[in-house]
C-alpha cells in the first residue's frame, strides 16, 4: 500500500474559515484523489490529479480548490467553510498496475481520513 | 451514468455465520470491479478486486466473482469473525478511456458480528 498522511487528523472551524486538508504519499504513485464521506452517500469525488500539471473537478468540487504541490503531495482547501461541508475527507493516491492493453488497473490506496467539523 | 447499488444495512450476523453482501451495478463496457473495507475510526482499504467478467477476487477469506450476466459483483465470507465488523464498500472503475479512472462507489454496508 501507498503510505498515505493526511493532516490535520480532526479539525473543528467556523464558518467562513479558510482551511487546508495536506496529504502525503511516499510512494511515488502519480495520481491522488480527493474525496468527502458522508453518512448514507458513501464517497463522492471532489478533485482528482493525475500528474503535477494536471488537476480536474470531481463530481462535488464547488466550494474546494486542490493544489498539486509535487508527486507527492496533494492540498485540498475550503475557501470559505460552510457547515454542510462537514464531513469525513479522505485522499487516495494510486497507481495503475496489471497487464498492459486495452484495460488497467487502476487501484487507489487510501488515507487514515481527516474528520472535519464546521460550525 | 456509472452506479452502485448496495444492499442497506445494517446486517448482523453471529460469528461463524455465512456472510452475503450484494453488489449490482450499471456500467458501460467492462469496468473493473473493487470491494474496500473500513474499519471504525479508519480510511478504507482495499479488500480485493476483478478486472473482467468471470474473474474472482479473493482476500482474508472474502471471495467475489465478477458477474457481467448479471451486474453482480457480490461479496461472500465462508464463516465471519468478530473482527470483521467494519463497513464495506463497493465500487466501480470505468474502463480506461483518455484520463477518466474515476471509482464510483455505493453506499456502504455496515456489518456487525456478534459472539
Known amino acids: 500500500d501507498a503510505d498515505v498522511t493526511q493532516t490535520p487528523r480532526n479539525r473543528i472551524t467556523k464558518t467562513g474559515k479558510r482551511i487546508m486538508l495536506e496529504c502525503s504519499q511516499t510512494?511515488?504513485?502519480?495520481?491522488m484523489y480527493w474525496y468527502r464521506q458522508d453518512p448514507g452517500l458513501g464517497l463522492r469525488l471532489i478533485y482528482y490529479s493525475f500528474d503535477v500539471k494536471d488537476i480536474n473537478k470531481g463530481e462535488i468540487s464547488d466550494g474546494y480548490s486542490v493544489s498539486r504541490q509535487a508527486q507527492a503531495k496533494f492540498s485540498l482547501s475550503l475557501e470559505s467553510a460552510i457547515p454542510n461541508q462537514t464531513a469525513l475527507y479522505f485522499c487516495?493516491?494510486?497507481?495503475?498496475?496489471?497487464?498492459?492493453?486495452?484495460?488497467?488497473?487502476?487501484?487507489?490506496?487510501f488515507g487514515p481520513g481527516t474528520r472535519l467539523t464546521v460550525l | 451514468g456509472n452506479s452502485v447499488t448496495q444492499m442497506e444495512g445494517p446486517v448482523t450476523l453471529s460469528e461463524e455465520a455465512f456472510l452475503t453482501i450484494n453488489c449490482t451495478y450499471t456500467?458501460?463496457?467492462?469496468?473493473?470491479l473493487f470491494w474496500y473495507v473500513q474499519y471504525p475510526g479508519e480510511g478504507l482499504q482495499l479488500l480485493l478486486k476483478a478486472t473482467k467478467a468471470d474473474d474472482k477476487g479473493s482476500n482474508k477469506g472474502f471471495e467475489a466473482t465478477y458477474r457481467k450476466e448479471t451486474t453482480s459483483f457480490h461479496l461472500e465470507k465462508g464463516s465471519v469473525q468478530v473482527s470483521d465488523s467494519a463497513v464495506y464498500f463497493c465500487?466501480?472503475?470505468?474502463?480506461?478511456?483518455?484520463?477518466?479512472?474515476?471509482?464510483?462507489f455505493g453506499t456502504g454496508t455496515r456489518l456487525q458480528v456478534t459472539l
Open positions: 456500467a458501460t463496457g467492462y469496468p473493473s
Open positions: 487516495a493516491p494510486s497507481r495503475q498496475g496489471g497487464a498492459s492493453g486495452r484495460e488497467k488497473t487502476d487501484t487507489q490506496y
Open positions: 465500487a466501480l472503475r470505468p474502463p480506461t478511456s483518455g484520463t477518466a479512472s474515476k471509482l464510483t
Open positions: 510512494k511515488g504513485h502519480d495520481r
